[in-house]
Structures are given as C-alpha cells and as structure tokens.
C-alpha cells in the first residue's frame, strides 16, 4: 500500500511555529512516527508553501497512490482548487484530512474547510498523533 502525506503552508515550521498550539514535534518526528507505526506501508512525505505544488501532485496520484493524508494547512480555508484536485482523484485515491489544532475552537475563519467535502474524513486536535491516527483510518477503509 502506497501512501502520499501532503503537507501545506508553514507546516515546515513546525517544532517551533506556535508550540503552544501546534506542538513541539517537527515534521521529520511526524514522518518518523508514521513510519515506525506503519512499516507495511509505503509512505511518500511532502511539504510545500506553493497551492501549485500540491494540486500538481495531488493531480499526478491515480495510479501511483493508494491514498492521501493531507493538512492543507491555510489552504484548508481558502483553495477550492485543492477540494478540486482531491475530488478529481477521489475515485481511486481517497484521501483523509488532517489537522494538529483542532480549528473549531479557534478563529471562526478557520472553523470550514473547504477541502474536507472531497475528504473520506477528517482528524483534528490531537497534535502530531493525528496523522497516525489518519493514517490507521485510511488502512481500515482501504483493506475493506
Ligand atoms: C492547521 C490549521 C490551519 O487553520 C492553519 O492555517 C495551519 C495548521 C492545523 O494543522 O491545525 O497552518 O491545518
């Protein structure tokens, strides 16, 4: 099973952006930890700042990918072209969204997301975990 991890905006500054909320683990933890948990799995792991860079991929996974763990990150709030992207693979490559915070807590800008219609679910709150816990959920739903 061949899984790609998506992540957006800023999320390379995790470890020191905002600890309070996001936590302290970097994305190299993350990506360690998902890896350590889930050795059966092929796990491909990218971050950009760029909304291009992920549609592209996004749009480049029927037939390369089994699934998709995404956070968009802010892009979650505002890219129609990325709930586009994930809706035009969906057939093949569903994908689960994730996020650290648990955003209905937070700003009210932050409370939709744009991107989990075209999600088969969403994780959010329990920091870094949640993208292991998004991934058990993605490997439940595919060994079905
Ligand atoms: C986030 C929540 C978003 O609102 C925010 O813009 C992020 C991170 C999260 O993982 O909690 O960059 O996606």
């Known amino acids: 099973m061949k899984i790609l991890v998506l992540n957006g905006p800023n999320l390379n500054l995790l470890g020191t952006r905002e600890p309070e909320i996001y936590g302290t683990e970097t994305l190299t933890d993350i990506e360690a ?58 057939d093949v490559v569903p994908a689960v969204e994730v996020h650290l915070s648990n955003t209905h807590t937070r700003e009210a800008i932050r409370h939709k997301s744009l991107t989990a219609p075209a999600c088969i679910g969403q994780i959010m709150g329990f920091q870094g975990f949640g993208y292991t816990l998004a991934l058990r959920a993605l490997v439940q739903k595919l060994s079905a």
């Open 33 to 90: 930890q998902m890896k350590t948990i889930f050795p059966e799995v092929e796990i491909e792991f990218r971050q950009s700042n760029s909304e291009a860079d992920l549609i592209t991929w996004i749009g480049e996974t029927r037939g390369k990918f089994d699934g998709i763990v995404i956070n968009p990150a802010a892009l979650t709030h505002t890219s129609l072209g990325l709930c586009d992207a994930l809706k035009a693979v969906a």
